[in-house]
């Protein structure tokens, strides 16, 4: 499914469009399984309140692999330049401060559940004032704010 996804990127052909799909590409089949279902779980949400809503994934496993991506669904083609801008701010805020490598957004139109635009980010992290305001101005909570939750410990396997 997520070969799917990385055809609608492929076919709109915006910048970052190859290192996007790398790192669709990159995940476990479990990841790339929650790439995959993103734009349908956003098109649901939408198609039942009329609203956009959106899924943020945070990931990767050393810094240059880093990444965030975010789907947003666009619930009636009128609103498209407004979800835009609005996904857009928070890309570059959210990239900022998770200091990831790279982030990316999907609009997702809610009566076809298709990618209708892509954005990339891949500036270098650091320190910057402009970002660090707008992180506020879109109202990101701060890092220490957040849970912090590890994913239980694995198993020992006996005879090791």
Not at 13 to 39: E, K
């Given at each position: 499914?997520?070969?799917?996804?990385?055809?609608?990127?492929?076919?709109?052909?915006?910048?970052?469009?190859?290192?996007?799909?790398?790192?669709?590409?990159?995940?476990?089949?479990?990841?790339?399984?929650?790439?995959?279902?993103?734009?349908?779980?956003?098109?649901?949400?939408?198609?039942?309140?009329?609203?956009?809503?959106?899924?943020?994934?945070?990931?990767?496993?050393?810094?240059?692999?880093?990444?965030?991506?975010?789907?947003?669904?666009?619930?009636?083609p009128a609103q498209h330049a407004r979800i835009r801008t609005s996904l857009f701010d928070y890309l570059r805020a959210k990239k900022h401060?998770?200091?990831?490598?790279?982030?990316?957004?999907?609009?997702?139109?809610?009566?076809s559940g298709m990618v209708t635009d892509v954005l990339f980010d891949n500036r270098l992290p650091g320190a910057d004032a402009e970002l660090?305001?707008?992180?506020?101005?879109?109202?990101?909570?701060?890092?220490?704010?957040?849970?912090?939750?590890?994913?239980?410990?694995?198993?020992?396997?006996?005879?090791?």
């Amino acid at each position: 499914m997520v070969l799917e996804l990385i055809d609608e990127i492929t076919r709109l052909a915006r910048p970052g469009w190859l290192a996007i799909a790398t790192t669709l590409l990159d995940g476990s089949a479990a990841t790339q399984r929650r790439f995959a279902n993103a734009a349908d779980t956003v098109r649901a949400q939408s198609a039942a309140d009329g609203l956009p809503h959106s899924v943020t994934m945070i990931g990767g496993t050393r810094q240059l692999n880093t990444y965030v991506l975010v789907w947003m669904s666009v619930p009636h083609p009128a609103q498209h330049a407004r979800i835009r801008t609005s996904l857009f701010d928070y890309l570059r805020a959210k990239k900022h401060q998770m200091q990831t490598a790279r982030a990316a957004g999907f609009l997702v139109d809610t009566h076809s559940g298709m990618v209708t635009d892509v954005l990339f980010d891949n500036r270098l992290p650091g320190a910057d004032a402009e970002l660090d305001w707008l992180a506020a101005e879109v109202g990101l909570q701060p890092l220490s704010a957040m849970p912090r939750s590890l994913p239980p410990p694995k198993a020992r396997r006996r005879g090791r």
